[in-house]
């Protein structure tokens, strides 16, 4: 049998320790030697033998912040050992290693694929979002040394932030967790305004401090940052209460 499809560049990534790496742009391989926090609905494939567990959002506290808002990780624990594929919708992945000496990341709850449980994360208050803002409230922390994995749709850009920087709500992935951010008002309030025309653009993300952006070329309705929108056997219904009481908050 002969194809471009059986060729070197589909073959299965060699990993030489467990851990995660690439299997291509759009998938992520970890090769599992005890366990992994992974997104609901992001397992392709798997070889060997291994266990999946719900874990809802993480806890009680995050639980609260997500009913409150619709925003979180609908998460999963995979343990064994063997080869685990993930991937969202053929977005584009991406690993970090946090180091633990970073400060932390801040995180879209709906761009992320996966980490090593010896992270440590939160739900969080997106400093300066106001209920008048259809964005999110809350975005995800993490801190501490390890890999995490995201997703983004779209090759993104990385903004460094060394002058007044502004983003999309939707379009910000992640970034540094020391960074201040605040909301701005992009449409100028006026007799346009009051008769509908409006520029599309209704609030922006600030940052200020020291540290970068990540920009995906991609605007996310609102809608689609509900925990438990993943796609698959293990996507949940944790997002449905969440979605409409955030709905109604970032709607008000």
Request: net charge negative; glycine share 18%.
């Amino acid at each position: 049998m002969r194809s471009e499809l059986f060729g070197a560049n589909h073959a299965e990534t060699a990993a030489d320790r467990p851990g995660m790496v690439l299997q291509n742009s759009k998938m992520l391989k970890v090769a599992l030697n005890g366990e992994v926090v992974a997104r609901q609905g992001a397992m392709v494939a798997y070889q060997g033998q291994m266990a999946f567990e719900a874990l809802g959002s993480g806890g009680v506290g995050r639980f609260v912040a997500q009913a409150l808002t619709g925003e979180g990780i609908p998460l999963m624990k995979v343990t064994g050992r063997g080869d685990l594929f993930l991937a969202d919708t053929a977005s584009d992945v991406f690993v970090i290693d946090l180091d633990g000496s970073d400060g932390g990341l801040t995180i879209n709850g709906a761009n992320v694929l996966a980490f090593e449980p010896g992270l440590r994360w939160d739900i969080r208050r997106v400093q300066g979002a106001g209920v008048l803002s259809s964005a999110g409230l809350f975005n995800c922390v993490f801190t501490g040394a390890g890999h995490i994995a995201i997703t983004c749709k779209g090759a993104p850009v990385v903004l460094s932030v060394d002058q007044p920087t502004y983003a999309d709500p939707q379009a910000a992935v992640c970034w540094s967790a020391g960074l201040s951010t605040g909301f701005h008002r992009a449409d100028q309030l006026g007799l346009g305004t009051l008769l509908g025309r409006t520029t599309g653009e209704g609030y922006t993300m600030s940052f200020a401090g020291q540290g970068f952006v990540v920009v995906q070329p991609s605007e996310e309705p609102p809608g689609s940052l509900v925990a438990g929108a993943g796609s698959g056997q293990q996507a949940g219904s944790a997002g449905g209460v969440g979605g409409i009481i955030g709905g109604f908050l970032g709607g008000r």
